[in-house]
């Protein structure tokens, strides 16, 4: 059994991001400023139910397109099919660093910005020293475009000085190729698929419900709202994840049914 959850993508390219610098102090500015609260973020029950599924042998591989690595604490090692926003990578020569590291270095060029966030946290948004930072009820960070097109400074690769960006699969990117074997192999060879909160509409998710279907695998679907797999799937639970994946672990296993 294999299961993957989507949290989205990216909205702009990594071609976008490589030829705009503007496209890139957007991103990072935002990213930076709401980094502390985004890494304060706890698995939910959902991910320490499959994690426990995985344990006791229910779940064989986990590929997961979520880049936030909550599955990560909460005990599984799934295969991270768009990357990690946790990872920094340099487009030019492949340098890895963490993105601790990456936040360390931006506080360094950016001294004003830290105390901007801090201000933010201390409860004063949309003062001169918060930069105009707005904390929105989703989580994001809202910041008035003068401030990150004019006053913050990016990072560059310390071995080459090229372009870092995180290292995910951004919109319009191809999985790279290891992983997306390895989710494909596992795909492949299990016996039954089960999709977690995801409607499957990237295509790198849908190959592989795809691939489960043609390999004669049953695949079960716990999703509200429909997919873009919903032909090929057996049993569909329309349902909050969070409230079906424990009772699934304390039957100890899904029937899931061939299609016909």
């Known amino acids: 059994m294999n299961s993957w959850s989507c949290n989205g993508e990216f909205k702009s390219g990594t071609t976008e991001f490589v030829r705009s610098i503007r496209a890139r102090r957007r ?5 930076y400023a709401g980094w502390r609260r ?9 991910h320490y139910a499959l994690a426990s599924l995985e344990r006791i042998g229910r779940v064989h591989t986990m590929v997961t397109q979520n880049v936030d690595r909550l599955h990560h604490r909460a005990g599984s090692k799934p295969v991270e099919l768009h990357g990690s926003v946790y990872e920094v990578i340099c487009l030019d020569c492949g340098t890895s660093i963490s993105r601790e590291s990456f936040q360390e270095q931006v506080k360094d060029l950016n001294p004003k910005w830290a105390l901007a966030i801090d201000s933010l946290e201390e409860g004063q948004p949309g003062s001169s020293r918060s930069f105009g930072m707005q904390q929105r009820p989703d989580g994001d960070i809202e910041i008035d475009e003068k401030f990150w097109e004019q006053d913050f400074d990016i990072p560059s690769c310390s071995q080459c000085g090229g372009v870092l ?25 299990c016996d039954a698929l089960l999709v977690v909160g995801s409607a499957v509409m990237t295509m790198s998710a849908f190959r592989l419900a795809r691939l489960a279907h043609e390999a004669n695998a049953p695949i079960a679907a716990i999703n509200i709202g429909g997919t873009r797999a919903d032909s090929i799937i057996s049993l569909k639970i329309n349902a909050r994840c969070g409230e079906i994946l424990p009772r699934v672990l304390q039957m100890g296993s899904l029937a899931v049914p061939s299609i016909s």
Do not use: I, L
């Not at 985004?38 to 959902?46: I, K, L, V």
């Not at 190729?177 to 492949?188: I, L, N, V």
């Open 165 to 189: 960006k995180p290292d995910v699969v951004m919109f319009g990117d191809n999985v790279p190729r290891e992983r997306a074997d390895s989710a494909k192999e596992a795909a492949r060879n």
């Open 38 to 46: 985004f890494r304060r973020a706890q698995p939910n029950t959902a």
């Open 27 to 31: 991103y990072w500015a935002r990213s």
